[in-house]
DNA sequence: CAAACCTGTGAGAAAAAGTGACATATCCCA
DNA sequence: TGGGATATGTCACTTTTTCTCACAGGTTTG
């Protein structure tokens, strides 16, 4: 068995349980402070002292006190392991105090996240909350985001660890001001492919998909207005200017103090409505975040 | 799985890779300074990460660069090792310049140890060795003493770590000078019934145990002149005053050169000459030192 | 003088770190 | 533009280190 040269460090392990034995001058208490055995301890000590070739401890009556090398790396270590203490807990208050940015789109930002924020902050306030909505395509590995509400549809990419919230359900809506709406809520969805159906640029296969999933012919249906983004549509249906296809939770809100109405239900897409971080980032925040919105979708009036 | 507790210190072994890979920016190059895969390294970084909460290192291109956080700690953990290494440097130098000091008998210093001196000091020159004769009983807890070259019985106690060197051996010995040298040659053992014996009082059994080992009756010895210490016995048998008893090594190169005779050779006794080290302090030296003791005591003239 | 403490040590168990192989991403140059 | 060289990350598995438990001295105390 060899020891390091004179240059190298000896066990960083073992500096530190020398350190703390050498401050309570005491095995067994230093024993105690670090959670470890007795034996432990002196183990380390002894391993500390091959190492550096000489004693450390004297056996003075049935306790151990420092020799003059002893004191001399006893003070080395106090110095040393303070400093990085200190650092260490700098860098851990930072990031606590950090905020968690998450990016999500600006139509689940307004009609579902701002709604719940109150509660949010108020039960999760260490999680410090930043929101930035996007309008247009959200990048999850944007730097300084820390998280992204998206639907996607799996696989999910291996460097983003995804947390899966509700499977997105969607289904056409529309204002009970809207003109056709009395009309309309007595008749099976095919009465659909008559009216002029609003939609957006960004999901414009939405109503495509969801004729396929009620067995209708896609073909027959007629494109009304479109808008770019799906928070434009939603305003639009909530002002009766015609029937638009939405996320179910978009618009549980509105569904529920009649705003709204959905009268042939939602249907399941491919996508999923998730929490997307960045795979190498720390995840207790996250996981404590995904934990929070779980819980709160699966609530009924979500 | 937790963490510890913000006022804890991280895995100091994880810093230790951190630091190297902070410094060199550089996970494969810091596997080559740790003499570990990079696989090893990028976990320890990584554990750290997890650890504090936060990322250390970004990827850039194909290396990495370390964040504000890791810049911050990459200094600290400079400091704090650098510290460490110098004081662990300084130790371990005053070790080895400390003197490595020998007890031993006065008549072993005298007879064998000093003709070799030369040779020790040459051969093992960073051993530094100081020799301590000791008149009376050598003590070899004694503090300050590195080592203690004994003539003794097993067992040894459990506090000592002892190097056996040689069986002690033990047998007359006349200077030519010697009144009844040239009749004493020509004739057995027995013959020395009729003889005043020299003899110490620090091994007064001496004789007795040779007589018994001869197979003669240890009561019909004649004890002569006694001497308070073997080396005085010594001097006296040179001096041609009489018939000693006296360990070979003590007397091998008086043999050599022909100064004292030995017609009936040596006989073993129970004792060792054993190099005695407190089992408590490090033993690299003290290997070294028997290891060459060994190795001259071996060599004929010894 | 026994009881309470403290440290040291061994064998075996538990935990940590390292390895080797593979996956993936980037850079560079033909 | 694509293939080779270079870097990092990850995983299952192995090796090494560390810890524990139990016991063995030795010292102080009531």
Redesign the pocket.
């Known amino acids: 068995m060899t020891y390091p040269m004179a240059r190298d460090l000896p066990?960083l392990?073992?500096l530190k349980?020398f350190e703390v034995?050498a401050r309570l001058?005491?095995?067994?208490?230093a024993?105690d402070e670090?959670?470890?055995?007795?034996?432990?301890?002196?183990?380390?000590?002894?391993?500390l002292e091959d190492e550096l070739g000489v004693a450390l401890?004297d056996?003075?009556?049935?306790?151990?006190q420092a020799t003059a090398a002893g004191r001399q790396l006893r003070d080395a270590c106090r110095d040393a392991f303070s400093g990085l203490r200190e650092v260490c807990a700098d860098i851990r208050q930072a990031q606590q105090q950090a905020p968690f940015l998450l990016a999500c789109p600006g139509s689940l930002l307004a009609r579902w996240f701002i709604p719940r924020l109150d509660r949010l902050n108020a039960e999760l306030p260490e999680l410090n909350l930043h929101l930035s909505a996007s309008e247009g395509e959200l990048d999850p590995r944007r730097a300084g985001v820390s998280a992204t509400l998206l639907f996607a549809a799996p696989p999910w990419?291996?460097?983003m660890q995804v947390y899966p919230l509700r499977q997105e359900r969607i289904g056409p809506v529309f204002s009970p001001r809207y003109a056709g709406a009395a009309r309309l809520q007595e008749q099976p969805a095919k009465a659909l492919l008559n009216e002029s159906l609003l939609h957006t640029q960004s999901r414009a296969q939405a109503w495509s998909d969801w004729a396929r999933l009620q067995q209708l012919d896609p073909a027959q249906l007629k494109q009304g207005q479109g808008f770019e983004h799906l928070y434009y549509l939603l305003e639009a249906a909530l002002s009766g200017l015609g029937v638009a296809i939405a996320p179910q939770l978009l618009v549980a809100d509105d569904l529920a103090t009649g705003r709204l109405l959905a009268p042939w239900g939602f249907v399941e897409t491919q996508h999923q409505l998730g929490l997307w971080v960045p795979?190498?980032q720390p995840q207790a925040a996250a996981q404590q975040l995904a934990d929070w919105l779980t819980t709160q979708m699966q609530e009924p009036s979500a």
Chains 1, 2 share one sequence.
């Open positions: 066990s392990n073992a349980a034995a001058e005491s095995v067994s208490q024993a670090l959670h470890v055995t007795h034996g432990a301890v002196s183990r380390q000590i002894r391993q401890f056996k003075v009556g049935r306790g151990i990419p291996a460097d795979a190498r």
